[in-house]
């Protein structure tokens, strides 16, 4: 299942200097021709704006390629999506004995 094409569809927008508009705010992964993330949220009630010329994993923070004012992934997308449950967010520094 982690194997999907999907494009995003964010909670706001911006606009590049070259005129294109990008994903803001929360994103969510969004596969054309569904009318839901895929975290199973309804695009118009939830009141997302689909970018289908901007690819999931472009707009991964990580990547810096279309996520200048992404603010956050969901996370339930991103596990959707094939994320590895390994890659937490944060490290154990102390741990107990």
Do not use: K, Y
């Not at 992404?70 to 449950?85: D, E, I, N, P």
């Amino acid at each position: 299942m982690g194997a999907r094409t999907a494009a995003v569809a964010a909670a706001d927008t911006w606009t590049d200097p070259d005129g294109i508009r990008r994903p803001a705010g929360e994103v969510h992964a969004w596969e054309p021709g569904r009318n839901e993330t895929v975290c199973g949220l309804s695009l118009s009630r939830s009141r997302l704006t689909r970018f289908p010329h901007v690819s999931w994993a472009d707009a991964q923070p990580e990547s810096g390629r279309h996520a200048d004012e992404v603010q956050a992934v969901c996370r339930r997308c991103r596990a959707g999506m094939g994320a590895r449950r390994d890659e937490r967010g944060w490290t154990r520094t102390n741990p107990r004995p």
